[in-house]
């Protein structure tokens, strides 16, 4: 805290506000991300969606031949809980674009210009840049002299502040962005002064010219659409993300965005070209390959909010081994993986489920198998379908997340909207499984499919279980997002002991909700924080340690009543 400053200050009562870091709050743990074909949308851009109304606008419906699965899944996801969840479309089809350049003397791109539409036919649409000047008047009154800010001029129609200007008289010229604008007085004020003197004879009269583009897009019959005067500022009324609406196109900026300074950041005039770098492509799904799963896998590494992965559509080793490998990257997410259809119940490496779980695995319980698939009602018509469970069980993971807690393991659930299973299971098929990581989906009288298994794909102990590892995935990310503010604080026992106090009471609110074992919180968890685990040479290099202990609940996977009968007691009869 900084000590009060009385300085030239009279004598009295002064106030002085201390900004005191909020209470850690638990992130979420329930927004799911699904990755698989579709009918329209987006290709390899994650989407989050809150609905099913709006996954049918921007994707489309069911697919049935070939059949696609991740469309049930997402169906299966709202139905049993889920709220929020993110769609990556795979697909073989290509939009047409072309790719437009800067006017830098080593050209760059800066605009990509995408055909709406997917496959050939977007190919034969056609993109013009033109030079747009909106406004072009000259100079009034005196000279101007170098490092000169503010020019009057005859008229200012047409320019607003951050607009791009070129000031001219013969061979000489210079580009400037305009600050402001004194409609009044019919002056401008520039952003920075003039590099270069100007005279203002009436036969040689200093111009001021508005720097802008144009651009034209012609559709394949030849009709065309106007964007006149746009400008590349998101800060100007022209800006050409805000006034290029286009049913044919999208035109954005290139990815990463190219750092040209104006006006060299405008794009260059070109004649009118075809989209054909790429030209377009129809989709077709039988040509999709685990590469394809793959590379839309990468593409959650940008969002931050994804703590469940589902790909119903693959459950070839490749694609789970790298929705794996993804999750124990990011460390914040949960990957839920199918079993291939049609395998038997054993847990054998040899064959049936057990030969895919033995290509499989997390040491660090990033993952959980399910089996067998489920049977849902056919939404296109009467009749049953056969599908994988993924969609369905984040929905349970989502559902159990919001009535207990990420705590509570997400089984002994029952499974909405599944009608039966593959194959039916007995105890006996099911104990070997169980102890392989492979959880059982059985049916129960009365209840209907239920989830009755909850490990994950690990074989430590620690990781056993599914609830631990979200619980633990929960409070690492809770933690380090909640205690942002000390990074480049001092790194003294001040910011040590604020550091220990707000990841205590979020510990201690984690125990008090039951994630905890311990009849106390001193019981349940602890936090460190000294100087044995930051000594002198440990903060030269900018670092403070903390050592977070916490004492998980684990589920009560086997109830066990141990009946005993008293000697001299009352008989028993069974």
Not at 51 to 64: A, C, E, K, L
Not at 226 to 236: A, Q
Not at 470 to 488: C, D, K, W
Not at 491 to 515: I, M, P, S, Y
Request: overall charge negative; aromatic content about 8%.
């Amino acid at each position: 805290m900084a000590p009060f400053d009385a300085t030239n200050k009279a004598p009295g009562v002064y106030i002085q506000e201390i900004d005191v870091p909020g209470p850690i709050a638990g992130v979420g743990t329930s927004t799911a991300a699904f990755i698989g074909p579709a009918e329209q949308g987006p290709i390899n851009t994650p989407v989050f969606l809150t609905n099913w109304t709006q996954f049918q606008t921007m994707f489309g419906g069911y697919i049935m031949a070939p059949p696609v699965y991740v469309t049930h899944a997402i169906r299966g996801f709202l139905d049993n809980g889920g709220a929020s969840f993110y769609f990556v479309r795979v697909s073989k089809a290509v939009r047409a674009s072309l790719t437009l350049n800067d006017r830098a003397t080593n050209a760059k791109p800066i605009l990509v210009v995408t055909a709406k539409q997917e496959g050939a036919q977007a190919t034969d649409i056609q993109v013009e840049v033109k030079d747009a000047i909106l406004s072009d008047t000259t100079v009034t009154g005196n000279s101007l002299t170098a490092r000169t800010t503010t020019i009057p001029v005859q008229s200012v129609t047409g320019i607003e502040s951050n607009t791009i200007v070129q000031i001219s008289q013969g061979n000489n010229s210079e580009t400037r962005k305009v600050q402001s604008v004194n409609a009044t007085e019919k002056s401008i004020t520039l952003t920075t002064g003039l590099q270069q003197d100007y005279t203002s004879p009436a036969e040689n009269p200093v111009h001021v010219r508005t720097l802008g583009f144009t651009l034209v897009v012609t559709a394949v019959d030849g009709a065309e659409t106007i964007f006149e005067n746009l400008s590349m500022d998101s800060n100007h009324s022209r800006y050409f993300a805000n006034l290029v609406q286009s049913k044919l196109v999208d035109v954005t900026l290139v990815d990463p965005p190219n750092a040209a300074a104006p006006p060299q950041n405008r794009p260059a005039v070109q004649a009118k070209t075809k989209l054909n770098a790429p030209a377009g492509q129809s989709d077709d799904l039988s040509q999709l390959t685990s590469a394809d799963y793959i590379a839309a896998i990468r593409t959650l590494e940008r969002i931050d909010d994804v703590n469940i992965l589902c790909i119903p559509d693959r459950t070839d080793q490749d694609v789970q081994k790298a929705m794996i490998a993804h999750c124990e990257k990011m460390q914040d997410r949960f990957a839920i993986l199918d079993p291939s259809y049609g395998l038997i119940p054993d847990a054998t490496a040899s064959s049936g489920i057990g030969r895919q779980r033995s290509g499989i695995g997390s040491d660090g319980g990033y993952a959980a198998l399910y089996y067998p698939w489920i049977e849902i009602t056919n939404p296109l018509g009467a009749g049953r379908l056969t599908v994988p469970p993924s969609g369905h069980l984040a929905g349970v993971y989502a559902r159990t997340d919001g009535s207990r807690g990420v705590f509570k393991a997400p089984a002994n659930e029952t499974i909405r909207g599944a009608l039966a299973l593959e194959q039916r299971l007995t105890d006996d098929e099911q104990g070997p499984l169980n102890e392989q990581g492979i959880n059982v989906l059985k049916s129960v009288a009365g209840r209907g499919v239920v989830v009755w298994g909850a490990r994950t794909l690990s074989q430590k102990p620690q990781w056993r279980y599914i609830n631990v590892r979200r619980l633990m995935l929960f409070i690492e990310e809770s933690i380090q997002e909640g205690t942002q503010f000390a990074v480049f604080e001092p790194n003294g026992l001040e910011l040590w002991q604020k550091v220990k106090r707000q990841v205590t009471d979020f510990l201690t609110r984690v125990w008090t909700d039951g994630a905890l074992f311990g009849a106390t919180a001193k019981q349940a968890f602890q936090v460190r924080v000294d100087e044995e685990l930051n000594p002198p040479d440990l903060r030269a290099l900018g670092q403070l340690v903390i050592e977070v202990i916490v004492y998980p609940v684990t589920p009560a996977e086997f109830i066990v009543f141990r009946i005993i009968q008293q000697p001299g007691g009352p008989s028993v009869q069974e």
